[in-house]
């Protein structure tokens, strides 16, 4: 099986990080069906016309090239790179799989709104990372699927030494998920909530850290250095830094947002509220009463296990396979 996938989303030197989980969900699928080919081509450098307009007859030329079985699709605003790609794709049955990541049918943006939405109509199959995204499928697209990025656990798991190695000193870290200068993020709304937070706690020394421009190794350092995140973003998909602080035993306080009560629900520690006072006070009590370890591994079990990389590959390879026949 050859899958020629497009992305405007993958890890390049300048930006190691970007689109990690496209980059991570690629080696799963290789390293769990290694008769697997993926043929990536990335959408990378210049303006917006530059980048999505200019590009479809090299994009022709691959396709043409590769002759690959699926061509994947991620992210809407992607398609626009593809206009000549598409009708060839008709032509020659070649099945589209779009997979939204969630930003792209709700974000802020009208134009990658409607592009996104428009695409869903003519793809053949869609992934959609939270259930929130799903219910915008159309009825005409017979195949789809809700499946979340999954996460690596040889890098994402339990090590809480430094947190206990933190609060010995009454020193409790909360992690803003993302760099404040993502507008979507709200980070003055986090950071509104931590200030009420000190002020309720002015003999607990809290420190504010941020996920912005770490490897997967620090990301995951920190969260399990942490004694919660706390996501107060505006809109969300299915937000791969709640799973990465589950598996790293980390407790999440979030607005209800994207798919972060499906993921957390249930599980000791987080909690999902959208008023202030509630998720103050939820990291309040996370700080004075601490982490029960056991009950988070008890309670966060099943997500673990669903969440898996691996396991989530699978379910992608399964889509493939029924989309083939």
Known sequence: MRVLCFTNMYPEPQRPVFGIFIKEEHDALLRIFPELIIDRVQLSGGGLFRKYFTKSFWFLKKIVERRPDIIHVHFGLTFVSLWLVIPYAKLRKIPVLYTSHGGDLIGASQIVRFISRSALRICDAAIFVSRETARLAPQSLHLKQHIPCGVNPEIFYPCRKLYHSLIKNNEYVIVFPSSPNRVEKNFARFC?????????????????????GLDRKDVALLLSSAVCVLMTSHYEGSPQVV???????????????????????????????????????????????????????????????????????????????????
């Open 243 to 325: 799973k990465e602080a589950v598996f790293c035993g980390c407790p999440v306080i979030s607005v209800d947002v994207g798919d972060v009560k499906d993921v957390v629900s249930g599980v000791h520690g987080c909690q999902v509220t959208d008023l202030d006072s509630e998720l103050a006070q939820a990291c309040i009590t996370l700080i004075t009463n601490g982490i029960d370890a056991d009950s988070f591994s008890i309670t966060s079990e099943k997500i673990v296990k669903d969440y898996k990389i691996d396991n989530v590959a699978k379910r992608i390879l399964d889509v493939y396979n029924k989309m083939l026949g």
């Open 192 to 212: 509104s909530i931590v200030e009420s937070v000190k002020k309720q706690l002015p003999a607990h020394k809290i420190v504010v850290r941020l996920i912005d």
